[in-house]
């Protein structure tokens, strides 16, 4: 029972991930590699928050949005120039960027939290405390999943109405034409700046959530590795819609687990998942390439 | 004087790649993050060569012919198909990416995932004046200068090196004037391999190997081919030098930690000031990319 109740938490972060990942590359067209960064960003902005300053749960939940919010400019201020597979490679550089700063950002002699020592580099974050809302202290499973699940059915709210709004419309317009949004009067790249703003600052929260869950964090969460698991998610399940993205993050996150169960030795099993992620983004290219659900082919 | 030595020859291996990458490039217009599945692969066939047939001839002859028939492989079962049914560049961005993962963990589980090194002992060093040099470093100095040269003498002086100019120049006039694209776009994946394969040689008999060592390299070599230009042939050779030497000069007066960092700055940096490289011609970004 603990084993589920602990996927469906996996899920309700991932499914977060997802819907706000599927803001950019379903509805903007735009493929950014960088999004694993902005995940870590906000599960280190809440852990810090926590930790030191003894902040409760939706305080630094807010805190780590907004600053999630605002390095969001560092890859959507190149976006204005940038286009098709340079912006991929521009977003690499900011996720490069970011990993290498919750990496070095540290001094084996400072105390965590302190101006030379803010991410405790390699080592990692331990002892993250959990949420700790209006005063209740979300520490078993199951009311973790409530919280988790009520987070997730705010955002995909917020996706929801976005995708209905007249925004939303303007941004699938300017996916399939910038020339002629910008034409039509669209501020095209006030749209970028904001769809990516509310992309990173929601997957803050789903970094927070996962932060306080596990209660350790290392600059691990921020690998390439870790966005291109998020991306394969997006691109299995497919974009472009809302049904896409929650598919893909249902797959990937029970894939894994069905492959528990062929009893592999434990050093293959993690190398044979990845692998699989791999031949699953070969085949979708080839085969479906707007993905299982999805509404949209990459250009 | 040292430092400007070991960052001049660590960008010589930056320039092997980029040119590898530029290889497949400029006449497919394929990103091929692929190459650092071939970069890792390469120094395990060669110890299991070596171990196999002998001595280092027969590990050089194993890689070679496994790398590159894995290049070709790749054009021909993933990225050919791929063209046919004019997919996107994002797809094969995202098809090369996959194929990528997939090397990579069949090596993990195959041969493990720790560091392994292609000598035994200490490298022997030479003393020059005031710089000392190792004997990987010389290796890697003097073949992949070599390499270099003779690529962009292919590419310049022979029958071939002009037809896969013209291929990257345009490929549908290259087609009508009824040359084989397809036979020319596998031989630039090929010697892709090689070059490949020789990089990546050259660095592990240097610094050891484990099977992650080929994203990075591959993103070195990407922003190497950035900052020289993409559409020149010469610029990835002078972007990867020039990365090098930064890169070195990060070592000595920073940190080595802040060597990534740096690295991806100057990518960002060129990507909005200068996006064309510094070899590249003038044009608009959304043009240059069809």
């Known amino acids: 029972m603990n084993y589920l109740i602990h996927l469906l938490i996996y899920l309700d972060i991932y499914v977060i991930v997802a819907l706000s990942l599927n803001l950019v590359v379903g509805y903007c067209g735009m493929l950014t590699l960088a999004h694993a960064g902005y995940f870590a960003l906000g599960g280190y902005v809440y852990a810090l928050l926590a930790i030191t300053l003894g902040w409760s749960f939706f305080?630094?939940?807010?805190?780590?949005?907004?600053?999630?919010?605002?390095?969001?400019?560092?890859?959507?201020l190149p976006a204005w120039r940038l286009k098709g597979d340079f912006f991929v490679l521009g977003s690499l550089a900011v996720q490069a960027l970011l990993f290498s700063l919750f990496y070095n950002w540290f001094d084996p002699q400072a105390p965590l939290g302190s101006w030379s020592n803010l991410t405790n580099g390699p080592f990692g974050i331990a002892g993250i405390p959990k949420p700790d809302v209006l005063g209740y202290n979300v520490a078993d499973p199951i009311s973790f999943l409530i919280l988790a699940t009520l987070l997730t059915v705010i955002c995909a709210g917020i996706f929801w109405r976005l995708k209905a709004s007249p925004w939303g419309r303007v941004l699938i317009a300017m996916r399939e034409d910038e020339l002629a949004a910008r034409g039509l009067g669209k501020n095209t790249r006030l749209l970028k700046v904001q769809a990516l703003a509310i992309s990173c600052g929601l997957v803050a929260v789903a970094g927070a959530l996962y932060a306080s869950y596990i209660g350790y964090l290392d600059p691990s969460s921020a690998t390439l590795n870790e966005s291109i698991l998020i991306l394969s998610m997006v691109l299995v399940g497919g974009v472009g819609n809302f049904r896409g993205p929650i598919v893909g993050a249902i797959i990937l996150i029970t894939l894994p687990e069905l492959l528990r169960f062929l009893h592999l030795p434990d050093a293959q099993a993690a190398n044979l998942r990845l692998a699989c992620y791999g031949l699953l983004l070969v085949l979708m290219m080839h085969f479906r390439p707007q993905g299982i659900s999805g509404e949209y082919r990459l250009k | 004087m040292q430092i400007l030595i070991n960052g001049f020859i660590s960008g010589i291996a930056i320039a092997l790649l980029?040119?590898?990458?530029?290889?497949?490039?400029?006449?497919t217009r394929v990103l091929f993050v692929g190459l650092a599945g071939l970069y890792t692969l390469a120094p395990y066939l060669f110890q299991m060569g070596a171990s196999e047939l002998g001595g280092w001839m027969g590990g050089l002859l194993v890689s070679l012919c496994g790398v590159v028939t894995l290049a070709v492989l790749f054009e021909w079962a993933n990225h050919a198909p791929l063209t046919r049914k004019r997919a996107s560049e994002g797809a094969h961005l995202i098809a090369s990416l996959g194929l990528y993962i997939l090397v990579v963990q069949v090596v993990a589980m195959i041969w493990g995932n720790e560091t392994r090194t292609l000598r035994t002992g200490l490298d022997v060093t030479y003393a020059m004046g005031d710089t000392i040099l190792t004997q990987s470093q010389l290796l890697m100095g003097g073949v992949g200068l070599l390499l270099l040269l003779a690529v962009l003498a292919m590419l310049y002086l022979t029958d071939i090196g002009l037809r896969l100019r013209a291929l990257a120049d345009n490929p549908t006039q290259f087609a009508l004037y009824g040359y084989n694209v397809d036979a020319h776009r596998l031989l630039a994946f090929a010697l892709a391999g090689v070059l490949a394969t020789a990089a990546s040689l050259l660095t592990a008999r240097d610094i050891g190997f484990d099977p992650h060592t080929g994203l990075n390299a591959t993103l070195l070599a990407i922003v190497a081919v950035i900052i020289g230009g993409r559409t020149s042939l010469i610029g990835p050779i002078i972007g990867g030098l020039l990365l090098g030497l930064i890169r070195a000069q990060v070592v000595w007066q920073f940190s080595a930690r802040w060597q990534e960092a740096v690295?991806?700055?100057?990518?960002?940096?060129f990507l909005l000031l200068r996006p064309q490289g510094l070899f590249g011609r003038e044009t608009r970004i959304e043009t240059t990319v069809k």
């Open chain 1, 59 to 76: 305080p630094a939940l807010l805190a780590a949005i907004l600053i999630a919010t605002i390095v969001s400019l560092a890859v959507s």
């Open chain 2, 18 to 27: 980029a040119m590898a990458f530029q290889m497949v490039y400029l006449p």
């Open chain 2, 263 to 269: 690295t991806f700055l100057v990518l960002a940096l």
